[in-house]
């Protein structure tokens, strides 16, 4: 079985992650494979140096994403140029480990960025068999988020970079709303995972 967890910034999307982890579930985690297909060496961070020069790297060669953020936060064109790069690399990464999955297992792809994705989510969601969306208010969203560090206008600015709630619902086959403590996202997650696979 393959399920879709997908979720804007500060849902709670890993923490549903990983209680399906803990309840068997093999996670795939877009956002790590996004972090390994550009790091120190590959061809991935080849591609967005020469894209975005050498101002994004680090006295160490490695990536600099606070940098990065800092030019496609604020300019849809320069993100869309990283997510032509990172994308496919991610695709094609998590294609490997979905395909290196027992039969039996329930595979779940941790993917922000489903909506959003190229090709268009409808023709992404076809690849799995459920599609779960985590959910939280915008100001408890904001509030998580700078408490990870970033301010609060970064925070709303990244929030309003990503698909709406109203978008993600339109994909989605189950949603959670995530506004309460660990304890209650794991009572709703462990509900879920007897429905799906009952």
């Known amino acids: 079985m393959r399920i879709a967890v997908t979720g804007g910034i500060g849902s709670g999307k890993s923490s549903m992650s990983a209680c399906l982890a803990a309840l068997g579930a093999i996670v795939i ?21 020469a894209e975005f020069g050498s101002a994004v790297l680090r006295p160490d060669g490695a990536l600099d994403r606070a940098a990065l953020a800092a030019v496609v936060f604020t300019d849809p064109e320069r993100r869309a140029a990283l997510e032509a790069i990172v994308h496919p690399l991610v695709g094609a990464r ?42 939280a208010p915008l100001e408890t969203r904001v509030r998580r988020l700078v408490g990870r560090g970033l301010t609060e206008g970064d925070a709303r600015a990244r929030i ?13 086959d189950h949603v959670i709303v ?21």
């Open 29 to 49: 985690d877009a956002d790590l494979i996004a972090r390994e297909v550009v790091g120190p060496g590959t061809p991935g961070l080849a591609a967005v140096v």
């Open 94 to 135: 998590s294609a490997q480990l979905l395909a290196a999955a027992p039969a039996d297992a329930v595979v779940v792809y941790d993917v922000p960025l489903l909506v959003e994705s190229a090709g268009g989510a409808l023709g992404r969601t076809g690849e799995f068999d459920a599609v779960v969306v985590v959910e």
């Open 160 to 172: 309003s970079a990503q698909a709406t709630d109203d978008a993600r619902r339109a994909i989605a």
């Open 178 to 198: 995530n506004d309460g403590d660990l304890a209650d996202l794991t009572t709703a997650v462990t509900a879920l995972w007897a429905n799906l696979t009952a």
